[in-house]
């Protein structure tokens, strides 16, 4: 017979962080309190390479309230969160990363401010404990994202945060493929509130997001959730107009002046390359969104889940 169902849920994405598993599952069943519980820990194994998955099944055997859940290869952070919110079945769903630098026991402080009429409570990071090379990444790619997608992002806010089972509703009925979590619980719009929490060192295993990999990330999040770009790209064309337009204007008073000359080859060939450029670059950009559209018109499953440990009976 399968337990109760849980009343609070907790999602966390596994990447790299095999040695403080163990740590996480205790940390966040002492935290909780009883009058929250039943509860379940959905750990998301993200084909982690440290081998996290066989440490996750003896997480699963030892306690009943660990649900594992093992992708089929590494889908990335977002999608390993949208894959335990699909699987999550608490009134109330806490999403935190793996490498303890979200600290268990500010979970009750997250479900205190879950009153009613708010459906999302978010932790903001009072001061965080990452490198510096780690919060100088973090902000220019919050600051470009921001002026990209023409919303505010703050940085201190992160995944760290409590859900009602209406936002988790709302997420997992969304169709897309290209998933980024922050930005779809802003999207429903629902009541949300903040609450400042600690931040920990990280105790295991290293972030996988260099500066390199966050402008990528940067880059899906704006050809998924806006369209400045192309309107970019518009004023751009518009730009070159006008341009064109003064040389055209430029040309005639010179000749009705009198004063042609011929045409240096160096300053077309320039003109030329420029043009071009700028053509290639517009066509580039619409076909990333077009790629965009290809792959949700597929249709293909997100995420695949090869294995799933505890599984619940219902």
Not at 83 to 111: N, Y
Not at 223 to 237: A, C, E, F, N, Q
Request: hydrophobic share 45%; glycine share 8%; charged share 20%.
């Amino acid at each position: 017979m399968d337990r109760q169902p849980p009343r609070t849920s907790v999602v966390s994405p596994v990447y790299g962080c095999i040695g403080c598993l163990e740590e996480l599952v205790l940390r966040v069943k002492a935290a909780i309190p009883p009058e929250r519980g039943p509860v379940e820990i959905v750990l998301v194994d993200d084909a982690s390479p440290d081998g996290a998955w066989s440490r996750i099944e003896e997480l699963s055997a030892l306690h009943p309230e660990v649900r594992g859940l093992r992708l089929s290869r590494n889908f990335g952070q977002h999608l390993a969160i949208a894959a335990g919110l699909a699987h999550a079945r608490g009134e109330w769903v806490v999403v935190m990363d793996c490498d303890l630098q979200d600290v268990p026991e500010e979970i009750p402080k997250l479900l205190g401010a879950a009153q009613p009429g708010t459906d999302v409570v978010l932790g903001r990071r009072v001061e965080r404990q990452d490198s510096l090379g780690k919060r100088a990444s973090s902000y220019l790619f919050f600051r470009l994202l921001s002026w990209l997608t023409g919303v505010r992002q703050d940085h201190s806010v992160a995944n760290f945060g409590a859900y009602s089972r209406k936002v988790v509703d709302v997420l997992n009925a969304m169709p897309e493929a290209d998933r980024v979590f922050p930005l779809m619980v802003r999207w429903t719009g629902l009541p949300a509130t903040h609450v400042d929490v600690e931040h920990a060192e990280r105790t295991s295993g290293r972030s996988g997001y260099s500066l390199a990999r966050l402008m990528r990330l940067a880059t899906n999040i704006v050809l998924s959730y806006s369209d400045k770009p192309l309107r970019l790209v518009v004023k751009l064309g518009l730009a070159f107009a006008l341009v064109s337009l003064l040389i055209v204007a430029a040309s005639i008073y010179r000749f009705i002046a009198g004063d042609v000359q011929v045409a240096g080859y160096t300053s077309i060939v320039a003109s030329v390359w420029l043009v071009g450029s700028v053509i290639i670059l517009c066509t580039g950009l619409v076909g990333l969104y077009l790629g965009r559209l290809y792959n949700d018109a597929k249709r293909r499953p997100a995420w695949i889940v090869r294995q799933e440990s505890n599984r619940p009976q219902d």
